[in-house]
């Protein structure tokens, strides 16, 4: 067993039934973690494989880390790299040393970012608010992204004002859904009409005034026809799936309809509108058996939080642009939703139907989601209730999750506390970096823990994620890093098991969501503020 300021971590992590003992008593003064140790917790309990110098051109010195930052994009023609920058916010490492936190700063090098004087064994590295817990002597903070590398987004953000111009639509019914991609530049999206614009049956449109809005809130890019830009527009049209066995009907949105607009240009400028012209096509249509046996769903509910309710069902398909080989990139629009009703719970025995117009090339990805939820009082007088959210994943190719009946693959991670107390307990928490620990699920190898800290926006009277620190699947610690807590505040955290074998937390942090398998589980405290 090993032994570090924040994380206890054992050969095999199901064998004890709560957050395992670190073996340092208490000093009282909410540093029980105790000085660190010089050692990194490795998947089997055994040395850091990163203890030595590293064998593939790292920084050769056991005290240094190499951080790089490369981008990768993905396009029709391949994958092109280009360098990050690491100078506008540079990353930054933290070493607990039994009372604090250390700060080393990083010195550019021509290899990326280099940190002198880092201990051997685990550290922090906070890269733009996000941390991750690491103990590699080398470290690629890169992303992947959509679209050629020197496409321009404008700065009017996710918002476009559009002027639509569709003929041979699939017959217009309440619940149909228009979206735009495009192939070339990272862009997706769904299109809002007023309901009134569009007549029951039409099979035309011809409407100034639509607006378009980004599925991430990305900003709006500048097509080119010099660089062969395109934009698919797609239609997505309510379908039956029969009914439930009490009866109750079951139905679904597919894509039906779609065309692939030819090259043009247009520069977004927040005034003036995108002239949408198409003539839609039937889209090549695929059947497929589904069975999700959803009550096997619902006892997850109070493991999330000991008073939460299963509350709704999603699955999923959504294209892979250029292909599945490093995971699903990022969205390209949506093949079908299907949403079952939460209560009572039943399994799910259906074919569906969808249509696929992207090339021959791309995957189909399906994630099937049970979320639940539990309604929290929030501390400040105000009588309001809030919704805290959790929930189960199964993420993967279409063809993995229909081999078989869609059943849980994670549970989520058992017996959560903040500084020893359980986090479903609502209360003050008084110190500054408090310490998190979980035991690990019944159901599942965690790959990779994420802890989510979220801040109640009064104004707002919601919940904002605002800090997120990721560990390797074999630590159950971690003690939050300085400065994540603000004074006077409000916050949740949820602490998620990461089930997904190809993502390498240690080496390049931030490729979570790409990862194929993903499947995922979240436990979630109640409120807590701080002084």
């Known amino acids: 067993m090993c032994v570090v300021c924040w994380v206890g971590c054992s050969p095999d992590p199901r064998e004890s039934e709560g957050p395992p003992a670190v073996g340092v008593e208490s000093p009282g003064d909410g540093t029980w973690m105790g000085a660190p140790v010089a050692e990194g917790c490795a998947p089997d309990g055994g040395p850091s494989p990163d203890a030595g110098p590293p064998p593939d051109g790292g920084p050769g010195s056991e005290d240094s880390v190499l951080v790089t930052n490369t981008t990768r994009f993905h396009t029709a023609v391949g994958i092109a790299e280009r360098p990050g920058d690491l100078s506008t916010n540079p990353p930054e490492i933290l ?125 709006f890019p500048l097509f080119e026809s010099e660089y062969r830009d395109r934009l698919y527009v797609n239609q997505l049209s309510p379908s039956s799936a029969g009914a439930l ?46 069975e999700w046996r959803l009550p096997q769903f619902t006892p997850f509910a109070t493991q999330a939080h000991p008073r939460a309710e299963h509350s709704a069902n999603t699955f999923s398909l959504l294209p892979a642009a250029h292909g599945v080989s490093e995971g699903w990139i990022g969205y390209s629009g949506t093949l079908l939703t299907l949403r079952p009703p939460a209560a009572p719970m039943a399994d799910v025995t ?137 004074p006077g505040s409000i916050y949740y955290l949820a602490v998620t098991a990461l089930d997904a074998p190809g993502f390498d937390v240690r080496r390049r942090p931030f490729k979570t969501n790409e990862m194929l398998p993903y499947h995922s589980a979240d436990a979630i405290s109640s409120l807590f503020t701080t002084p």
């Open 245 to 290: 066995p009490d009866g109750r009907p079951l139905t679904y949105t597919a894509l039906t309809r779609s065309v692939e607009v030819g090259t043009f240009d247009f520069l977004p400028d927040g005034v003036s509108p995108l002239p949408v012209t198409a003539r839609l096509q039937p889209a090549k249509a695929r059947e497929f058996p589904l």
């Open 95 to 219: 070493v607990f040393d039994g009372a604090r936190f250390l700060v080393i700063q990083g010195t550019p090098s021509p290899e990326g970012l280099r940190f002198k004087g880092v201990p051997p064994g685990p550290y922090y590295l906070s890269v733009g608010g996000r941390y991750v817990v690491t103990d590699a002597r080398q470290v690629e903070v890169g992303t992947n992204r959509l679209g050629r590398p020197d496409a321009v987004y404008a700065e009017v953000g996710g918002i476009q004002a559009l002027n639509l111009n569709l003929s041979n639509l699939e017959p217009w019914r309440r619940g149909t859904v228009l979206e735009l991609a495009s192939a070339q530049v990272d862009m997706s999206g769904d299109v809002y009409i007023p309901s009134e614009a569009v007549p029951e049956g039409a099979i035309s449109l011809n409407f100034d005034g639509a607006s378009y809005s980004s599925y991430t809130g990305s900003r």
């Open 350 to 486: 259906t074919r569906l139907r969808f249509g696929n117009p992207f090339p021959s090339n791309w995957g189909v990805v399906a994630i099937a989601s049970a979320s639940y939820r539990v309604m929290e009082p929030v501390p400040d007088g105000s009588g309001r209730l809030l919704r805290l959210t959790a929930s189960n994943v199964v993420n993967d190719r279409l063809d993995n999750v229909i081999a078989g009946p869609v059943v849980p693959r994670v549970s989520p991670p058992r017996s959560l506390t903040i500084d020893g107390v359980p986090a479903s307990t609502p209360r003050v928490v008084g110190t500054a970096s408090p310490v998190i620990a979980w035991a690990p699920p019944t159901l599942g190898t965690p790959s990779v823990y994420r802890v989510r800290l979220g801040r109640y926006d009064r104004d707002a009277g919601l919940v904002l994620n605002v800090r997120f620190v990721d560990v390797p699947g074999s630590i159950t610690q971690v003690r939050l890093p300085p400065d994540m807590l603000l």
